[in-house]
T-cell receptor, first 115, second 113 residues
Framework: DAGVIQSPRHEVTEMGQEVTLRCKPI?????LFWYRQTMMRGLELLIY????????DSGMPEDRFSAKMPNASFSTLKIQPSEPRDSAVYFC?????????????FGPGTRLTVL | GEDVEQSLFLSVREGDSSVINCTYT??????LYWYKQEPGAGLQLLTY?????DMKQDQRLTVLLNKKDKHLSLRIADTQTGDSAIYFC?????????????FGSGTRLQVQP
C-alpha cells in the first residue's frame, strides 16, 4: 500500500487566494483526520470524518476553512480566502476504526505558505 | 481539560539511553502514544500503551507509566544518530468519545556521535 497520499507537498500562494489541499487515505480505512502543525500551536486537530461523515469539526478555525469527504478514497481541505496566518504544515491521517488500538497513519503533509 | 506536556529538548551521546518525558490528562481510560517525526516527514507511530498498564517494551523502546503522577516516559536504549527526530506524546481519552489525538509540544532529540 502506498500509505496516505497528500497533494500538493508544497504550496505557495498569495493572501486572498483559494487553496485546496487533497488527501487519499489508505484503502479500507474508515476514518480520516486533518491536523495542522505550526510553531506556535504545535499539532492540532482541524476536523475528522468517520465513514465520510464529519464527526468533529471543533478545530476548524473559522468559516474560511471547509473540508469535504465525498467518498471513502478522497478528502479535501479548502481555505478561502487564505491569510498569512494559515501558513503551516497540514497533515492528513487515516485509520481503520476508532478504537484506541487502531493506529492513525499520517501522510507526509502539505507545507502551505501564504504570502 | 485535556493537556499533554513535554520537555522541549534532549541531547544524548550515541550509545547512551534517552528518556523522553510527558504528562497527560487524568483519566482511567486513556490511550497514550509516542510518535516520531523526522525532518520534512509525517508522523510515525512508535508504540502505544493503555492507561491501566505500567510498562510496555518493544525492542529498544520501553514505555513507563506512572498513573499516580500521570507521567509517561519513553526510553530508547542504545540511542543511534538515526533516532534524532522530534518525539510527540499524544493521547486519546476514550471517555470523551473524541477520537482525535491530542499532542504534546514535542521533544527534539539530538544524538551526538
Amino acid at each position: 500500500d502506498a500509505g496516505v497520499i497528500q497533494s500538493p507537498r508544497h504550496e505557495v500562494t498569495e493572501m486572498g487566494q483559494e487553496v485546496t489541499l487533497r488527501c487519499k487515505p489508505i484503502s479500507g480505512h474508515n476514518s480520516l483526520f486533518w491536523y495542522r502543525q505550526t510553531m506556535m500551536r504545535g499539532l492540532e486537530l482541524l476536523i475528522y470524518f468517520n465513514n465520510n461523515v464529519p464527526i468533529d469539526d471543533s478545530g476548524m478555525p473559522e468559516d474560511r476553512f471547509s473540508a469535504k469527504m465525498p467518498n471513502a478514497s478522497f478528502s479535501t481541505l479548502k481555505i478561502q480566502p487564505s491569510e498569512p496566518r494559515d501558513s503551516a504544515v497540514y497533515f492528513c491521517a487515516s485509520v481503520t476504526g476508532l478504537l484506541g488500538t487502531d493506529t492513525q497513519y499520517f501522510g507526509p503533509g502539505t507545507r502551505l505558505t501564504v504570502l | 481539560g485535556e493537556d499533554v506536556e513535554q520537555s522541549l529538548f534532549l541531547s544524548v551521546r550515541e550509545g547512551d539511553s534517552s528518556v523522553i518525558n510527558c504528562t497527560y490528562t487524568d483519566s482511567s481510560s486513556t490511550y497514550l502514544y509516542w510518535y516520531k517525526q523526522e525532518p520534512g516527514a509525517g508522523l510515525q507511530l512508535l508504540t502505544y500503551i493503555f492507561s491501566n498498564m505500567d510498562m510496555k517494551q518493544d525492542q529498544r523502546l520501553t514505555v513507563l507509566l506512572n498513573k499516580k503522577d500521570k507521567h509517561l516516559s519513553l526510553r530508547i536504549a542504545d540511542t543511534q544518530t538515526g533516532d534524532s527526530a522530534i518525539y510527540f506524546c499524544a493521547e486519546i481519552v476514550m471517555d470523551t468519545g473524541r477520537r482525535a489525538l491530542t499532542f504534546g509540544s514535542g521533544t527534539r532529540l539530538q544524538v551526538q556521535p
